[in-house]
């Protein structure tokens, strides 16, 4: 998965992203870090971002002399045993003088309430019990430790994640080892802004927030705007249910959207700069101004010497986690301290953004994704992936599927290998009627829709995807088993447009209220005839007539399902 | 003054530049239905019922809020147009508390005329019957929730016409609310100048005086017009 460095010493890296946090990654990193203390420096513990096998959470790799391992559903007791497996020299000495189990618990004592101390984690063994303790300790380790060489891994290709999980977030010195800010000096030294976008638009890249709009062209039009201030945003408004693609660049590899921001202010022309973050993300906020006060304080941002003609500073603005700032509009309102709500296009921000002056907002995986083309060059950038979709897209695997996490693959890539192969297929759920067997993969989230399982072969791809109903959205990626009835799915989407909605236009504001209504009537099998005819005229009148994206996509699922799971909705009419 | 021609349902029509499209099509003699929108304010196509299609253009646009440009062709009359208009106006009536019979405003109400205008006789979504207040802690005037539309004339008109901004709106979705400074009782909002102008403009029965009876509502929606004219123009300029 990831390569040792050469020549480094012996390391543990745990992840303390959000996903292992909320699995107790924090209290088992601090428990590494506790351990290792009495390894006299062999071993060293480190914090990183996202290790992509989330459902496994908490992740820890080993980067040892013979490689890297991996291990997961990790328990802070179990730290001191994966210290002495890491450091065997050390292992082994205290094995000789009868401490071994003591000193490799002792962190964890007490620290995790959920699992209870045995005479294993206490080291209050009968005499000579510390021989065997630490055998099956080792064992229990051994039986968590993953396979590198699974599909879930050897498969993806990660460019945009390639640092995450890798660096240390909190640390500029490892991101400039990994070649952090090196495209932002070469564009400055090197290459005119014309030149940069050019290579941006000869990429291919499109917008990874969902509607899949040229980046180049975007940048382009921004750029070509007249005299005047102008700005750049980082969307990093990420809400979509099941998505976390982005939190992920935020927590794990924040120098490398930085860096991508700064280019496409350079791009630009732009002086000014927002990363707009939703509060439900701390930890995403927390590491992004650390990694702009890093950054400024070593001169990479507002007015770096030997930069002078590049005067560019940033800000992150926090948001208050409504889905609609995700709008772009809103987007900007909010940020100029008015309420969150959508506007009409045109102007589109490119022409009229932030104050009146031209505005470029992209995704954060977009924005991520400049440096590697800067580095690979747009020619080998745009082999990847279809012609018409080019590069890689990080999607969030999640639902009923058996390994869940990050996946970074090609564009283009068949559905089929992302849910099957990568993520090990549905997950089997004894127990459940009907449960187990993969129905449907619903994508893009509560603007996506449903693909069934039929058209698991289709490429994923912008054109493919819209094809069949559904979108690439930011990239959230939700398996569904066949004990999941189509109608319940489309009425947990809808509520969330119901709760989201900024409630300026009629029909997201009134429009979806009377779908959830309807669709708690098929749902509870109480439905009448013509509600079914009902629901669709409602649908179409919501999608066409809504006046932002979240309103105009809100019936998405529901025409997803209706397309290719109708019996469903047919069976929940109420018999006469 | 530069002007523009364009084509509203097949009818020429020539309007200055950077006109609307909602004025282009007034200038050909449409009546387009309108609740969010009033001349002087600021427009927010919120409303959607001056929604129109113009040829080229994928998604339908908010006349309102279009500009109208050179050689344009618009249809504001399509079957499909008709059916989301009358849609909307069912969705307004069924997310509020809009019995005519009991409103200051019957009788001059744009909500029922919109209704008349656009054919809706009952509404194929059930109503909800929300539980709203009313604010009648204002000594001139009363707010009841009942009737409000969310069509944020009122909002515009306080901070656009008289500078005051003493009303916003709360909440998200279905819990929207028109609420005065910092949502405290209207009565004892400091910024309130009394000037009435946000009842003027009110559209439904939302926002009355408090010596009207039933039907009694008698709103003045070209005062913000007038005012904002005037004060474009500078009429009001000491010599």
């Given at each position: 998965?990831?390569?040792?460095?050469?020549?480094?010493?012996?390391?543990?890296?745990?992840?303390?992203?959000?996903?292992?946090?909320?699995?107790?990654?924090?209290?088992?990193?601090?428990?590494?870090?506790?351990?290792?203390?009495?390894?006299?420096?062999?071993?060293?513990?480190?914090?990183?971002?996202?290790?992509?096998l989330c459902g496994r959470g908490p992740l820890v790799a080993w980067d040892g002399p013979g490689g890297t391992a991996l291990f997961g559903d990790l328990r802070p007791a179990q730290a001191g045993d994966l210290v002495r497996l890491a450091s065997p020299g050390d292992h082994e000495e205290?094995?000789?003088?009868?401490?071994?189990?003591?000193?490799?618990?002792?962190?964890?004592?007490?620290?995790?309430?959920?699992?209870?101390?045995?005479?294993?984690?206490?080291?209050?063994?009968?005499?000579?019990?510390?021989?065997?303790?630490?055998?099956?300790?080792?064992?229990?380790?051994?039986?968590?430790?993953?396979?590198?060489?699974q599909p879930f891994f050897a498969l993806q290709r990660p460019l945009v994640l390639e640092h995450c999980g890798l660096i240390d977030p909190d640390s500029l010195d490892e991101a400039l080892e990994r070649g952090a800010y090196a495209q932002l000096q070469r564009c400055l030294r090197e290459?005119?802004?014309?030149?940069?976008?050019?290579?941006?638009?000869?990429?291919?890249?499109?917008?990874?927030?969902?509607?899949?709009?040229?980046?180049?062209?975007?940048?382009?039009?921004?750029?070509?705007?007249?005299?005047?201030?102008?700005?750049?945003?980082?969307?990093?408004?990420?809400?979509?249910?099941?998505?976390?693609?982005?939190?992920?660049?935020?927590?794990?590899?924040?120098?490398?959207?930085?860096?991508?921001?700064?280019?496409?202010?350079?791009?630009?022309?732009?002086?000014?700069?927002?990363?707009?973050?939703?509060?439900?993300?701390?930890?995403?906020?927390?590491?992004?101004?650390?990694?702009?006060?890093?950054?400024?304080?070593?001169?990479?941002?507002?007015?770096?010497?030997?930069?002078?003609?590049?005067?560019?500073?940033?800000?992150?603005?926090?948001?208050?986690?409504?889905?609609?700032?995700?709008?772009?509009?809103?987007?900007?309102?909010?940020?100029?301290?008015?309420?969150?709500?959508?506007?009409?296009?045109?102007?589109?921000?490119?022409?009229?953004?932030?104050?009146?002056?031209?505005?470029?907002?992209?995704?954060?995986?977009?924005?991520?994704?400049?440096?590697?083309?800067?580095?690979?060059?747009?020619?080998?950038?745009?082999?990847?992936?279809?012609?018409?979709?080019?590069?890689?897209?990080?999607?969030?695997?999640?639902?009923?599927?058996?390994?869940?996490?990050?996946?970074?693959?090609?564009?283009?890539?068949?559905?089929?290998?992302?849910?099957?192969?990568?993520?090990?297929?549905?997950?089997?759920?004894?127990?459940?009627?009907?449960?187990?067997?993969?129905?449907?993969?619903?994508?893009?989230?509560?603007?996506?829709?449903?693909?069934?399982?039929?058209?698991?072969?289709?490429?994923?791809?912008?054109?493919?995807?819209?094809?069949?109903?559904?979108?690439?959205?930011?990239?959230?990626?939700?398996?569904?088993?066949?004990?999941?009835?189509?109608?319940?799915?489309?009425?947990?989407?809808?509520?969330?447009?119901?709760?989201?909605?900024?409630?300026?236009?009629?029909?997201?504001?009134?429009?979806?209220?009377?779908?959830?209504?309807?669709?708690?009537?098929?749902?509870?099998?109480?439905?009448?005839?013509?509600?079914?005819?009902?629901?669709?005229?409602?649908?179409?009148?919501?999608?066409?007539?809504?006046?932002?994206?979240?309103?105009?996509?809100?019936?998405?699922?529901?025409?997803?399902?209706?397309?290719?799971?109708?019996?469903?909705?047919?069976?929940?009419?109420?018999?006469? | 003054?530069?002007?523009?021609?364009l084509s509203i349902d097949g009818q020429p029509v020539a309007v200055p530049a950077g006109s609307s499209l909602l004025q282009a099509v007034r200038a050909a003699g449409i009546r387009l239905p309108t609740l969010c929108h009033l001349d002087g304010l600021s427009p927010v196509g919120a409303?959607?019922?001056?929604?129109?299609?113009?040829?080229?253009?994928?998604?339908?646009?908010?006349?309102?809020?279009?500009?109208?440009?050179?050689?344009?062709?618009?249809?504001?009359?399509?079957?499909?147009?008709?059916?989301?208009?009358?849609?909307?106006?069912?969705?307004?009536?069924?997310?509020?508390?809009?019995?005519?019979?009991?409103?200051?405003?019957?009788?001059?109400?744009?909500?029922?005329?919109?209704?008349?205008?656009?054919?809706?006789?009952?509404?194929?979504?059930?109503?909800?019957?929300?539980?709203?207040?009313?604010?009648?802690?204002?000594?001139?005037?009363?707010?009841?929730?009942?009737?409000?539309?969310?069509?944020?004339?009122?909002?515009?008109?306080?901070?656009?016409?008289?500078?005051?901004?003493?009303?916003?709106?709360?909440?998200?979705?279905?819990?929207?609310?028109?609420?005065?400074?910092?949502?405290?009782?209207?009565?004892?909002?400091?910024?309130?100048?009394?000037?009435?102008?946000?009842?003027?403009?009110?559209?439904?029965?939302?926002?009355?005086?408090?010596?009207?009876?039933?039907?009694?509502?008698?709103?003045?929606?070209?005062?913000?017009?007038?005012?904002?004219?005037?004060?474009?123009?500078?009429?009001?300029?000491?010599?």
């Amino acid at each position: 998965m990831i390569a040792l460095p050469p020549g480094s010493a012996s390391q543990l890296r745990c992840c303390h992203a959000s996903g292992c946090r909320s699995a107790g990654g924090e209290a088992l990193l601090q428990a590494l870090q506790e351990a290792a203390r009495d390894t006299g420096g062999t071993l060293t513990v480190k914090g990183v971002g996202c290790l992509r096998l989330c459902g496994r959470g908490p992740l820890v790799a080993w980067d040892g002399p013979g490689g890297t391992a991996l291990f997961g559903d990790l328990r802070p007791a179990q730290a001191g045993d994966l210290v002495r497996l890491a450091s065997p020299g050390d292992h082994e000495e205290r094995r000789r003088d009868g401490q071994g189990s003591q000193a490799g618990s002792q962190p964890a004592r007490g620290s995790d309430p959920i699992v209870p101390s045995t005479d294993q984690d206490t080291g209050s063994a009968a005499p000579g019990g510390a021989e065997a303790q630490p055998e099956a300790a080792m064992a229990a380790l051994a039986s968590q430790r993953l396979d590198l060489e699974q599909p879930f891994f050897a498969l993806q290709r990660p460019l945009v994640l390639e640092h995450c999980g890798l660096i240390d977030p909190d640390s500029l010195d490892e991101a400039l080892e990994r070649g952090a800010y090196a495209q932002l000096q070469r564009c400055l030294r090197e290459l005119s802004p014309e030149q940069v976008r050019a290579e941006i638009r000869l990429s291919g890249l499109r917008g990874r927030g969902g509607a899949g709009y040229p980046t180049g062209l975007k940048w382009d039009t921004v750029a070509l705007q007249p005299e005047g201030p102008r700005y750049v945003v980082c969307n990093a408004d990420e809400g979509d249910p099941g998505a976390f693609m982005n939190r992920s660049v935020l927590e794990g590899d924040p120098h490398r959207l930085l860096e991508g921001i700064a280019i496409a202010a350079y791009a630009v022309g732009a002086e000014r700069g927002y990363i707009y973050v939703r509060a439900e993300y701390p930890l995403a906020i927390a590491r992004m101004r650390r990694a702009l006060a890093q950054a400024r304080q070593r001169g990479l941002f507002g007015g770096a010497p030997g930069t002078a003609s590049f005067q560019f500073d940033l800000e992150v603005r926090v948001g208050a986690g409504a889905y609609v700032c995700g709008e772009e509009t809103a987007l900007l309102a909010s940020i100029q301290g008015r309420r969150g709500c959508p506007r009409p296009r045109p102007p589109f921000p490119a022409q009229s953004g932030l104050w009146g002056a031209p505005t470029l907002i992209n995704n954060v995986e977009t924005l991520a994704t400049v440096p590697v083309i800067l580095r690979m060059g747009s020619e080998a950038y745009a082999a990847i992936g279809t012609p018409t979709s080019p590069g890689t897209k990080v999607f969030a695997l999640s639902g009923a599927v058996r390994h869940t996490g990050l996946v970074e693959v090609p564009l283009g890539t068949a559905l089929r290998t992302i849910v099957e192969t990568i993520g090990g297929g549905s997950l089997e759920q004894p127990g459940v009627p009907g449960g187990g067997a993969l129905k449907a993969v619903q994508t893009g989230g509560p603007s996506g829709g449903c693909i069934p399982a039929d058209h698991l072969d289709t490429p994923v791809d912008y054109e493919s995807l819209r094809a069949l109903g559904a979108m690439m959205g930011s990239g959230g990626m939700v398996v569904v088993d066949t004990g999941t009835p189509m109608p319940l799915l489309a009425r947990h989407f809808m509520a969330f447009s119901v709760s989201e909605s900024c409630g300026k236009c009629v029909p997201c504001r009134a429009g979806t209220v009377q779908l959830a209504a309807l669709l708690d009537r098929f749902v509870e099998h109480r439905a009448e005839p013509a509600d079914l005819q009902r629901l669709e005229q409602l649908c179409a009148m919501v999608r066409d007539t809504s006046l932002c994206g979240l309103g105009q996509a809100a019936p998405s699922p529901v025409l997803s399902t209706l397309r290719w799971f109708r019996a469903e909705y047919e069976s929940g009419i109420a018999g006469p | 003054m530069s002007v523009i021609t364009l084509s509203i349902d097949g009818q020429p029509v020539a309007v200055p530049a950077g006109s609307s499209l909602l004025q282009a099509v007034r200038a050909a003699g449409i009546r387009l239905p309108t609740l969010c929108h009033l001349d002087g304010l600021s427009p927010v196509g919120a409303c959607r019922l001056c929604l129109v299609q113009v040829e080229g253009v994928s998604r339908l646009l908010p006349a309102c809020a279009s500009e109208a440009s050179e050689g344009l062709q618009v249809q504001t009359d399509t079957p499909e147009l008709r059916e989301y208009r009358r849609m909307a106006v069912e969705l307004f009536f069924a997310e509020g508390n809009h019995e005519c019979a009991y409103c200051v405003a019957n009788g001059d109400c744009e909500l029922q005329d919109v209704a008349v205008t656009v054919g809706m006789d009952h509404s194929r979504f059930p109503y909800r019957w929300p539980n709203r207040s009313v604010d009648a802690s204002h000594p001139l005037f009363s707010l009841d929730h009942n009737r409000c539309i969310l069509c944020t004339r009122c909002v515009r008109v306080c901070d656009e016409i008289e500078a005051a901004h003493v009303w916003d709106v709360a909440e998200r979705g279905a819990h929207c609310r028109i609420i005065a400074g910092l949502d405290q009782p209207w009565g004892e909002v400091d910024a309130c100048t009394h000037c009435g102008k946000c009842v003027d403009v009110c559209p439904t029965g939302a926002l009355f005086h408090k010596a009207d009876g039933t039907a009694e509502k008698h709103p003045d929606r070209e005062r913000a017009q007038h005012l904002r004219r005037a004060r474009d123009q500078h009429e009001w300029q000491h010599r």
